[in-house]
């Protein structure tokens, strides 16, 4: 079992590109969420996806999008990069029922 | 005020001894995680507590649910237990994790 595999590990964008994570999560889990955590601060969540579709959001623009697939794998977008974008980026996979959940070893991203 | 608060921020220890992190939070919960984050930035998670007291090797979890209240200890501490402790609250309601800022943890040999 793979576990929640995310790629890139690293990448650096350029003020104003967009930017596609990948997400594949664990086998038996069809719940992705996606976190940003700052440097030195805890992660803050995203949105989070089942069925294919978000379910819930936290207080973050519009820049930032999603999408589930059928596989249950998900991509996180976000477009017009800011420098404050610069983050870690972290998936986490969860099955339906019950609190279980993991993490994958996420993307760093660097916007200059 | 943050609805999940851990404390300390910063922690530096002796190999060997006995630590202790705690982690406050404001909103009901279905289940409060403990995890463990190591500079390469992947997260492991050490435990899942809805009551009581878990254990596993020289960890221990405990959570108060009246008080609102987690406890992460660390007996006997080493150099390699150095990383990053997050606790991380559950609601059953949202499904998803709000999380503390984290403390970090240096054992020094």
């Known amino acids: 079992d793979a576990g929640v595999t995310q790629s890139p590990t690293h990448l650096i964008k350029t003020r104003g590109q967009q930017v596609t994570l990948r997400c594949s999560p664990k086998?038996?889990?069809?719940?992705v969420s996606w976190y940003q955590q700052a440097l030195g601060q805890g992660p803050q969540f995203i949105f989070q996806y089942y069925e294919e579709e978000e379910r819930q959001r936290g207080n973050f623009p519009d820049r930032f999008s999603g999408h589930q697939f059928p596989n249950y794998s998900s991509e996180l977008n976000v477009n017009a990069l800011l420098l404050g974008d610069s983050a870690l980026y972290l998936c986490?996979?969860?099955?339906?029922?019950?609190?279980?959940?993991?993490f994958g070893e996420g993307s760093w991203l660097t916007v200059v | 005020k943050n609805e999940v608060e851990q404390s300390p921020q910063n922690l530096t220890a002796q190999e060997g001894e006995f630590i202790t992190i705690n982690c406050s939070y404001s909103?009901?919960?279905?289940?409060l995680h403990w995890l463990q984050q190591h500079p390469g930035g992947g997260i492991v998670s050490l435990f899942m507590?809805?009551?009581g007291k878990k254990k596993h090797g020289r960890l221990i979890a405990t959570i108060n649910i009246q008080e609102k209240h987690s406890s992460l200890h660390i007996t006997a501490s080493h150099p390699r237990d150095s990383a990053v402790y997050i606790c991380a609250a559950h609601s059953g309601s949202a499904r998803q994790l709000t999380f503390g800022s984290g403390t970090q943890l240096t054992v020094l040999p």
């Open positions: 086998s038996g889990h069809d719940t």
């Open positions: 986490a996979s969860s099955p339906r029922s019950g609190n279980t959940i993991y």
């Open positions: 507590l809805s009551s």
């Open positions: 909103v009901g919960i279905s289940a």
